[in-house]
């Protein structure tokens, strides 16, 4: 994995997770404004917005640079608009970053031919 494909999924996986946290919030905010006289549905909606445009933006970048299958790139999409799938977007996207690390190292040392 070259640098450029490393930073795009590391871009990716840094606004998952305010992402996911954006969402979660907006859902309560939704809640709330329902429920009582509190309203911070237009100051959570934008940045919520904001950060899931980041998100697509990064999945777009990310999904060009690493080369991802469809199914792949799907299944990070979906975890952009499920309500909690920004963390498990996060964590699957560091472990696969960590396996590339083992991956190059083994290949620095020649260990394997992967």
Do not use: Q
């Not at 009582?36 to 934008?46: E, S």
């Amino acid at each position: 994995m070259d640098i450029k494909t490393a930073a795009a999924l590391r871009r990716l996986r840094l606004v998952s997770g305010p992402e996911a946290i954006s969402f979660l919030v907006l859902l309560v905010c939704s809640v709330l404004k329902r429920t009582t006289d509190f309203n911070a549905v237009p100051v959570m909606g934008a940045v919520h917005g904001f950060l899931f445009v980041l998100y697509v933006l990064f999945w777009a970048d990310a999904w060009n640079r690493a080369k991802w299958s469809p199914g792949t790139a799907a299944f990070y999409f979906l975890m952009s608009v499920l309500p909690a799938g920004g963390f498990f977007a996060e964590r699957r996207l560091k472990r696969e970053a960590e396996d590339a690390v083992i991956a190059s190292r083994a290949r620095k040392e020649g260990v394997v031919n992967a």
